[in-house]
């Protein structure tokens, strides 16, 4: 089955910029889907096909995605970033869809 | 305003069954997919079920191995996921979604104990 591996975590200073990764095979061939999740709270999708934002979603938010890494940037980042990230795709082989294994930010 | 409303879980022993729910409003509910996706307790999204706008396509999770079914009444702008043999690792608040995942419930939590 498709897997997509994220970092377990990513510490970033207020007003820097986070990267947070997305690895998983030939993933540049496949749409990602990134979600933010706080705690308690339901996930937001904050980019879609790859670098596009839902409305009300900041700029600051933004994705790329080639060869065998997606990225979620943070530019920007505020307290309110903190949160765990989740990349998505669809696995046209399986019919399946997939979760990345999460990464949380952290705003030191 | 686009909502979407989970209900029916609980507590269920080990081999038991659960029905949960979805209510759909402010939305053309039968124009959409929707989603069930589950979270284990301080555990990663997982993505469960997938079921077409006319309920003619369906997709599961390999690792529900044939134990749930989803289905949807749009007469009733409600989704729905029939949860049998229940295992403790299905323990999981359980989310869905409509499709494109733009919109989510507040999900509904699933306890397997014995």
């Known amino acids: 089955s498709y897997v997509l591996t994220q970092p377990p975590s990513v510490s970033v200073a207020p007003g820097k910029t986070a990267r947070i990764t997305c690895g998983g095979n030939?993933?540049?061939?496949?749409?990602v889907h990134w979600y933010q999740q706080k705690p308690g709270q339901a996930p937001v999708l904050v980019v879609y096909?790859?670098?596009d934002r839902p409305s009300g979603i900041p700029e600051r938010f933004s994705g790329s995605n080639s060869g065998n890494t997606a990225t979620l940037t943070i530019s920007r980042v505020e307290a309110g970033d903190e949160a765990d990230y989740y990349c998505?795709?669809?696995?046209?082989?399986?019919?399946?869809?997939?979760f990345g294994t999460g990464t949380k930010v952290t705003v030191l | 305003e686009v909502q979407l409303v989970e209900s029916g879980g609980g507590v269920v022993q080990p081999g038991g069954s659960l029905r949960l729910s979805c209510a759909a409003s402010?939305?053309?509910?039968?124009?959409?997919?929707m989603h069930w996706v589950r979270q284990a307790p301080g555990k990663g999204l997982e993505w469960v079920s997938l079921?077409?706008?006319?309920?003619?396509?369906?997709y599961y999770a390999d690792s529900l191995k044939g134990r749930f079914t989803i289905s949807r009444d749009n007469s009733k702008n409600s989704l729905y996921l029939q949860m049998n043999s229940l295992r403790t690792e299905d323990t999981a608040l359980y989310y869905c979604?409509?499709?494109?995942?733009?919109?989510w419930g507040q999900g509904t939590t699933v306890t397997v104990s014995s």
């Open positions: 979604a409509k499709h494109g995942m733009d919109v």
């Open positions: 402010g939305f053309t509910f039968d124009d959409y997919a």
């Open positions: 079921i077409s706008g006319d309920g003619g396509s369906i």
């Open positions: 030939n993933i540049g061939s496949k749409s």
């Open positions: 096909d790859d670098s």
């Open positions: 998505q795709v669809w696995d046209s082989s399986s019919d399946h869809y997939v």
